[in-house]
Structure formats: structure tokens, C-alpha cells
């Protein structure tokens, strides 16, 4: 059974940085496509980054030279480096990743900025 649990997420100032985790189970994140989304209140689920077998990596315009999508094969985990965050991240971040035609999807974790 695939599960995904993210963590990290919290309240900072606008400027300020934060780390993601996403903390799989049931598959094998370097030899999967893994995905952070995320959900602002009142909008739609965006894709933000990216990153295939642990090594290609892709990122929204709105994070990109801010954010990095990394990998742990040891802890088998995904991480999502945020640096220069402002008010405008602030969502609900999920990581995804789909196995045998089934998306996946984590729990969920707030990020908020206060400017």
C-alpha cells in the first residue's frame, strides 16, 4: 500500500525559509515521479515542482530560483527546499505520485507567510 506523509510546514515571515517532507511508503521514490502541489484557499490544486528517478527536476515559474525538489533514497523520502517565501506561497502543500494507474496523494501540510 502506497503512502505519502508530508511535513515541515508552519507559519513564517515573508523572506523566510522552509523544508518539506514527503515520507513515502509502498514504492520507491527514485525510480518514480514524485510531486509537490499545492492549494491556496478559494483556488485550484497547482503543480509546483517536480523531480523524475530522483534526479530531473521541474519547477512552476512562480518558484523557480526559490524552491528546490530533492531527493533521499536512503530515507526514501522527498524534500521541497523553500527559500524567499512570500505571502503568495501560502497554501496547503501535498506531495503526489501515481503507482499502477492510482494517484496518490498526502495528508497535506500548511505552509502560511505573513508579510
Known amino acids: 500500500q502506497v503512502q505519502l506523509v508530508e511535513s515541515g510546514g508552519g507559519l513564517v515571515q515573508a523572506g523566510g525559509s522552509l523544508r518539506l517532507s514527503c515520507a513515502a511508503s509502498?514504492?520507491?521514490?527514485?525510480?518514480?515521479?514524485m510531486y509537490w502541489y499545492r492549494q491556496a484557499p478559494g483556488k485550484q490544486r497547482e503543480l509546483v515542482a517536480t523531480?523524475?528517478?530522483?534526479?530531473?527536476?521541474n519547477y512552476a515559474d512562480s518558484v523557480k530560483g526559490r524552491f528546490t525538489i530533492s531527493g533521499d533514497n536512503a530515507k526514501n523520502t522527498v524534500y521541497l527546499q523553500m527559500n524567499s517565501l512570500k505571502p503568495e506561497d501560502t497554501a496547503v502543500y501535498f506531495c503526489?505520485?501515481?503507482?499502477?494507474?492510482?494517484?496518490?496523494w498526502g495528508q497535506g501540510t500548511q505552509v502560511t507567510v505573513s508579510s
Open positions: 503526489a505520485t501515481s503507482h499502477l494507474a492510482i494517484t496518490y
Open positions: 509502498g514504492i520507491l521514490v527514485n525510480i518514480k515521479t
Open positions: 523531480i523524475v528517478y530522483g534526479e530531473i527536476t
